[in-house]
């Protein structure tokens, strides 16, 4: 739980690192210079801290504390991509269809289970629904393809736009890693590219069928939504099915090949979770095609 702390950290002391709570060990936490910096992104603690500062009006940000503040936004950050995903389809389907698979996505698949504590993989998968918003918005105005990703094939003059929409928080980012890891360029993850060395195919194979962190196992609706993409992609919406579907192999390829393709000490496919929202777009002409 090193997100948590960096966000009790940043709202009882205004600062990121973790130095107050050394139970957060290695490998979850780094030594760099002075400080113990948790290895991972902080614009998830940055997010939840203002759920941090209200409850510490109320009560003590402790061991519990802490965990019930991160357990509220991560279901906030859960509930909002699930509202952004409801408007998404609805703009392709009705809004009774639309509404189930917003539902089915927040309640039926590990966005639950990862809501529980402040995983990076709300905040992930918030941004990749709005992402995927504005994508579609796109298709009527180009214009709001200068502020989702993906577009340098569909609309490549409006890659100038992304840049600058992407540069705050990037330059933020530079910023955070310059100031606790010692350079822009170092992050809590860096030296850590030889752990893709999951052989080919058994990482693959195991997120896909293991009985205890398979998606297939613990979310057969990715089936349906599976058949949903490639019925809109028949169905002449090709550039959208194609990319998404894309991006869902290409998560589902670099994940296999990580050493950690289980996820920890969890049940279910944890590590999948950032490619449900390009699934379950198609969720709805899924159930059309499968009824």
């Known amino acids: 739980r090193p997100t948590e702390r960096a966000a009790a950290s940043l709202a009882g002391e205004g600062d990121l690192d973790l130095d107050e709570y050394p139970e957060v060990e290695d490998p979850f936490a780094r030594t760099v210079g002075d400080h113990r910096v948790s290895i991972y992104p902080v614009l998830s603690a940055v997010l939840a801290t203002p759920v941090f500062l209200a409850a510490r009006a109320a009560f003590l940000l402790d ?23 409801f408007l998404l389809i609805g703009r392709r389907h009705p809004h009774a269809e639309a509404a189930t698979a917003a539902a089915l996505f927040a309640l039926g698949t590990s966005m639950w289970s990862t809501s529980q504590a402040l995983w990076q993989h709300p905040a992930a998968v918030l941004f990749l629904c709005v992402a995927l918003l504005f994508l579609a918005l796109a298709e009527q105005d180009p214009a709001w393809a200068g502020r989702a990703a993906g577009i340098a094939v569909r609309w490549p003059r409006r890659i ?3 840049v600058a929409w992407a540069a705050p928080v990037a330059a933020l980012l530079l910023a955070y890693q310059w100031w606790y ?3 822009p360029l170092r ?21 896909l069928l293991s009985p205890a962190k398979g998606l297939l196992v613990f979310t057969p609706l990715v089936l349906v939504a599976g058949a949903g993409l ?9 550039w959208p099915a194609a990319t998404l579907g894309s991006a869902a192999v290409a998560h589902w390829i670099l994940m296999g090949r990580w050493s950690e393709w289980h996820g920890g000490e969890s049940w279910g496919p944890r590590m999948m979770t950032d490619a449900l929202p390009l699934l379950f777009v198609f969720l709805p002409d899924g159930f059309n095609v499968m009824p």
């Open 63 to 85: 061991e519990t504390g802490t965990a019930l503040c991160g357990k509220w936004a991560a279901s906030l950050f859960t509930a909002v991509a699930a509202a952004v995903l």
């Open 160 to 162: 100038p736009a992304l």
């Open 181 to 183: 890891f010692g350079s």
């Open 187 to 207: 992050h809590g993850f860096t030296g850590s590219g030889a752990r893709f060395s999951e052989p080919w195919g058994q990482g693959h194979l195991g997120v």
């Open 230 to 238: 490639i019925a809109a992609f028949r169905r002449g919406e090709r």
